[in-house]
């Protein structure tokens, strides 16, 4: 069998031996008794390059997926089409040793990652049910929201008992702060596991959330010892104290990644305009910081500065939290220190797989979050397409032509994962990041310096942050006056995410494939996904329905060939309307349907949703002009009869089937399909293909 060599091969010139013999990237230097030296049998190479630390990364993200799919439902056949398809041509040319090098690094990472979650889950699950008790906890996160605060705790003592997991609370005062230790008794509620397409279920499960409660009046008796929670919750008051409120929330949202203060508008419209990552913490922030202390101490210490960077990016990630996206740049700008303190070549690719071992060994759970699979599919991305990209642009000057092919080698990877995870893609990202990220390391280096002043000279702390405060009322100005809210939404890939990926490998420059067999898996894997999105969001025929929750909150969007029709209930608000809408649909709504007790509450979420029409049960008064309210028992709606029971249960009746809504109880009767909201989820039978849950 012919050796290949695990060097990252990047699409650049390489120096396969001592006498600097050029090689491709879809060539690999061998020797053999038949073949002249430094020539090469490419039909004999296998399609990728055998990376044991790469078939163990993947192996063990596939079990953690796996486990998660069977246990919390949701498993399709199609879950196994990319790991199947990447898998075959992996051992290629079928040499036993590969295939058993392969097979086993594959499958005991994949019982590995199972049995991480596993253990995570029933860890979850225990604790105490629901009810009255009493709690004592340690404030790590915390977000002031008009005259509460909204508090993560860990720590926990439960009628004095010692708890794991993490308590989400919001209590009656904003002098809470991160560090505090508080006690308070209240009815609280346990958090059960995920349900299949419950972000909120998943939110809380990733993030080790087991107990909730609300309106809580709260007692601070202590303060925790841990510095960094200290530190945090006074670089949140030393900004707040000396900057204008946007300008503070953003800056604090910049420097921890805790955005949950920004102005919920002003957040959209951050998000809407494709920079939202910059005011998270990521791979750019840790980026930026290693390399300032690098540079500084590099006259000193050589090629030992490394050393102090690293400290600080480590430091600063647990400031933040250890988010995901930090701890894996952090263990990347590791992987890179060591290899260069070896005098190593680092290959990208290894050290991400590395990364993602190490990040879902102890944090399973984070493959369900989307910050995760941002921050790895920003990578993968960079990794597959980033040469091939430069090439492509190498006419143009070399800052332009990097930026493109870093930008859209991250766009091609991390596409379908937005749209799934947040609904829309934005159009302006690409023109807003080559403005803002060439001024991201000023702006950040900047208000990190500012900040230490201020923290070292609280007297003239208003002073050292003048000029960022400045910086960012300028870009706070242009988000006011601009409009950045143009975006692709109302869609959902589906089963299309895998095409996707599977298209996004083979397509790339790790993947060696004849130009004719590329052509042909570019054409069908092109038809194949048109298809696939066709099918997941078209309606031909028949009854489409998509059921949406979000805690206590529900909605039902009914779709016919012709006419669509939401339906909410009392507690959904008009941002978890719109954000279900945006996964889903992006036209007109025929009609807003309120099933609610509360009809009023709910009649003024319907109305600032894109409709003319909400219809209710009983006659309120509403007291809106511009939206047209029916108060009717029984309607009609292009094809589709509505008829209320009660004020929470209607059934609908179309294209031959008869649909019960019940937001009251989860009693199923003698309807074709059942929806109903009851003991803590939103329940729903009869799942034979006309209905997905979001």
């Known amino acids: 069998m012919n050796t290949v060599p695990r060097s990252e091969i990047d699409g650049k010139e390489l120096n396969a031996n001592a006498q600097n013999i050029a090689v491709s990237p879809l060539q690999t230097k061998t020797n053999t008794d038949k073949e002249p030296k430094g020539t090469v049998s490419e039909r004999r190479l296998p399609h990728f390059n055998f990376r044991p630390i790469l078939f163990c990364a993947l192996g063990l993200a596939f079990g953690i997926f796996l486990y998660v799919k069977i246990r919390f439902g949701g498993l399709a056949a199609s879950d196994f089409l990319f790991i199947g398809i990447f898998l075959f041509f992996a051992v290629r040319p079928y040499g036993l040793k590969r295939i058993f090098a392969v097979a086993l690094c594959f499958v005991i990472f994949a019982g590995v990652g199972a049995l991480a979650v596993h253990i995570y889950t029933e860890q979850f699950r225990r604790g105490v049910p629901s009810g009255e008790y009493e709690v004592t906890g340690t404030v790590q996160s915390f977000t002031p929201d008009y005259g509460e605060t909204k508090v993560v705790l860990t720590n926990l003592k439960i009628n004095g008992k010692s708890t794991g997991g993490k308590f989400n609370a919001s209590v009656s005062s904003e002098e809470i702060r991160a560090g505090d230790i508080v006690r308070f008794t209240a009815e609280i509620s346990r958090n059960e596991l995920p349900q299949e397409g419950n972000s909120y279920s998943c939110y809380l499960f990733e993030n080790g959330v087991r107990y909730t409660a609300s309106d809580v009046t709260v007692e601070k008796v202590g303060v925790s010892k841990n510095v960094f929670l200290l530190l945090n919750s006074k670089i949140y008051d ?3 104290d000396n900057m204008p409120k946007d300008e503070a929330d953003i800056s604090y949202a910049l420097l921890t990644g805790n955005a949950g203060g920004v102005d919920g508008t002003l957040l959209q419209a951050i998000r809407e305009g494709g ?8 791979g750019l922030h840790i980026g930026i910081l290693f390399g300032a202390v690098s540079l500084v101490f590099s006259p000193l210490l050589k090629k030992k500065s490394f050393l102090p960077a690293l400290v600080a990016v480590i430091f600063y990630s647990a400031l933040c939290g250890f988010s995901v996206s930090s701890v894996r740049a952090v263990i990347m700008c590791g992987v890179l220190s060591v290899n260069r303190a070896l005098g190593r070549k680092t290959d990208f690719l290894s050290s991400l797989s590395f990364a993602a071992l190490v990040v879902l060994m102890f944090m399973p759970a984070q493959w369900l979050s989307a910050g995760f699979r941002l921050s790895f599919g920003a990578c993968t991305g960079l990794a597959l397409f980033s040469g091939t990209f430069q090439r492509a642009f190498r006419k143009l000057p070399n800052f332009l032509g990097g930026y493109l092919a870093a930008s859209l080698s991250v766009q091609i990877f991390t596409f379908p994962i937005l749209i799934e995870s947040f609904g829309y893609f934005s159009v302006w990202g690409t023109l807003l990041n080559f403005i803002l990220i060439p001024a991201l390391p000023a702006l950040f280096l900047g208000l990190l310096l500012c900040l230490l002043f201020a923290l070292i000279i609280p007297p003239a702390a208003a002073f050292f942050l003048f000029i960022p405060q400045g910086m960012l009322s300028l870009l706070l100005y242009v988000f006011s006056v601009a409009e950045f809210s143009l975006v692709l939404k109302g869609f959902s890939f589906g ?19 004849k130009a004719v067999l590329r052509c042909v898996a570019a054409c069908s894997l092109s038809v194949l996904f ?3 999105m066709i099918y997941e969001n078209a309606v031909f025929y028949g009854l489409k329905i998509d059921v949406y929750e979000n805690g206590k909150s529900a909605s039902v969007l009914l779709r016919t060939a012709n006419t669509a029709v939401l339906v909410i209930d009392e507690d959904i608000s008009l941002r978890n309307c719109n954000a279900f809408l945006s996964r889903t649909y992006a036209g007109k709504l025929d009609a807003v349907v309120v099933l609610a007790a509360d009809e009023l509450k709910a009649v003024n979420v319907g109305a600032f949703l894109p409709t003319s029409c909400v219809y209710a049960r009983e006659e309120i008064a509403t007291g809106l002009r511009e939206t047209n309210v029916v108060f009717a028992e029984k309607f009609s709606l292009g094809g589709m009869t509505f008829f209320y029971e009660s004020a929470e249960k209607m059934t609908v009746t179309a294209e031959n089937s008869v649909v019960e809504l019940d937001f009251e109880s989860s009693e199923a009767l003698g309807a074709d399909l059942f929806i109903g909201k009851g003991s803590g989820g939103l329940k729903f039978f009869l799942r034979n293909g006309i209905i997905k849950a979001i």
Request: glycine share 4%; no cysteine.
């Open 275 to 282: 920079i939202a990552h910059i005011f998270a913490v990521s």
């Open 495 to 513: 089963t299309g995410v895998v095409i996707w990926l599977i298209a996004a490998v083979m397509l790339s420059q790790r993947m060696r494939l």
């Open 238 to 240: 030393v900004l707040h």
């Open 530 to 532: 048109a298809l696939t």
